[in-house]
């Protein structure tokens, strides 16, 4: 990993799962450039990328970038594997995980290029060549008194909508997304069931009578926004 970059950019503390996993491959080679505090998420994208374009400037032993987001489970086998492909055939490389909705974070459907796709940045890796010339063909804009490098910003694009994760894919001429799991770590709210909910509302609709403390009969159900069941056993 002598030749990587990590970046990450996040507004809250990186998952300690997630550190430690950075932490792995750093030891093993990778440097780390993190931006904090910005709920900008595509300001954000656009200082972590200005940095690592100074940071390949200033050490050309450097020749690709993983985006790491803040919430992402993976070994150094799997980030090998994917700066070594983004290196050797010179374009944008992702891995495969969900979004918290449980969907692909990448599509076909934009791609610039039959073939490719456009992905979430969640574990996305960038060689050098492609990031500087990128950097040739956007903006530049004052921040903080720093010049910085449009590389990517939500917009409108063939009448749809589109996220600065899909923009910056798209402006790199696609993505490849190699069969890989990495995971997404998401906190998933649960709700009780329609099973539990009518068990409470009969024991409540004739149950004022019933001690305090005493528990609902039978296992308790929760399911997510999405609809997936979870048991609850009760101890």
């Not at 190699?178 to 998933?188: C, D, F, N, Q, S």
């Not at 609709?205 to 005493?214: I, P, R, T």
Request: charged share 20%.
């Amino acid at each position: 990993m002598n030749n990587v970059i990590l970046a990450v950019a996040t507004n809250r503390p990186i998952h300690s799962t997630t550190r430690a996993a950075l932490m792995n491959l750093q030891r093993a080679g990778a440097i780390l450039n993190t931006v904090e505090g910005s709920s900008d998420v595509a300001l954000a994208r656009n200082v972590t990328l200005s940095g690592v374009l100074d940071t390949f400037k200033a050490d050309e032993s450097r020749d690709v970038v993983l985006l790491v987001d803040d919430d992402m489970v993976f070994s150094l086998r799997q980030a090998q594997t994917v700066c070594a492909h983004a290196v050797e055939r010179q374009v944008a490389t992702s891995a495969v995980y969900p979004t918290a909705v449980g969907d692909l974070a990448a599509s076909t459907e934009f791609s610039p290029i039959p073939g490719r796709w456009v992905a979430g940045l969640g574990f996305f890796a960038i060689p050098r060549a492609l990031l500087f010339k990128l950097a040739d063909e956007s903006t530049r804009f004052l921040w903080r008194k720093r010049e910085l490098f449009e590389f990517t910003n939500s917009t409108v694009h063939n009448g749809l909508w589109i996220g600065e994760d899909y923009w910056l894919s798209i402006r790199l001429g696609g993505v490849d997304v190699l069969p890989i799991a990495v995971g997404h770590l998401k906190t998933i709210p649960l709700f009780a069931d329609e099973s539990t909910l009518e068990r409470v509302g009969s024991r409540f609709a004739g149950a004022l009578a019933v001690d305090a403390g005493e528990e609902i009969p039978g296992p308790f159900r929760a399911t997510t926004s999405q609809g997936g069941g979870i048991e609850v056993v009760q101890k």
